[in-house]
């Protein structure tokens, strides 16, 4: 299962971490949306996160992982360095490994990440902006305010700091507290916490 976070702190996202992060679990990390000094700061920053939630070990390679988590910091920067490794993904996903994605980590997720720029600065001058594809043609949008513009051609699940999305297959559920927003040519429907929507219909 794929578990979208909005970018808010581990106590706005509490619903969804306690979905995904289950004591005992084997972690991975890909902390490449930040500058690889600041590596070892956000691993710190994420074990103390974790530590009220019991007891995890980190994994060096995805093989030996149970949930492959992707922190935020920059889009663009995160995609151009993991590109090569979103191959492994799929395979992952299909032998029952979860994939949690905070705010850049999310929009990684999707389709397509140009609407990381109301965020981010495309620094590193990425022109192709493909994905990982995980949802079914959607894109997402985390930081969401009610009312923000969005402009892509794609449909949109936007998601603000103080919710999350679960999404098995095309099934999507919102873990909440707040409601999310699917965003699509002409409409814009909320969902509360709790309501399931399907990606791709």
């Known amino acids: 299962m794929i578990f979208l976070g909005g970018g808010g702190s581990e106590h706005d996202e509490a619903r969804l971490w306690d979905e995904v992060f289950r004591p005992g679990a084997r972690l991975a990390v890909w902390p490449e949306a930040m500058p690889r000094p600041q590596w070892p700061a956000t691993l710190s920053w994420f074990r103390q996160a974790l530590a009220p939630r019991g007891e995890f070990t980190f994994a060096d390679a995805l093989a030996d992982a149970d949930v492959l988590v992707i922190p935020g910091g920059n889009t663009f920067d995160l995609l151009h360095a993991v590109r090569g490794r979103l191959g ?100 814009v429907t909320a969902y509360a916490a709790g309501e399931t929507f399907t990606l791709g219909a």
Request: no cysteine; proline share 7%.
């Open 88 to 187: 492994e993904l799929p395979a992952f996903l299909a032998r029952g490994g979860h994939v949690y994605g905070g705010s850049a980590g999310a929009i990684l997720l999707g389709a397509d990440i140009a609407i990381a720029g109301v965020l981010d600065p495309n620094d590193v001058g990425l022109t192709d902006t493909t994905g990982a594809d995980l949802l079914s043609g959607f894109v997402i949008l985390p930081h969401y305010t009610v009312g923000q513009e969005v402009g892509t051609h794609a449909p949109v699940v936007a998601i603000p700091e103080t919710a999350g999305v679960i999404v098995d297959g095309v099934q999507a559920r919102n873990a909440g507290p707040s409601p999310v927003h699917v965003i699509t040519a002409g409409a």
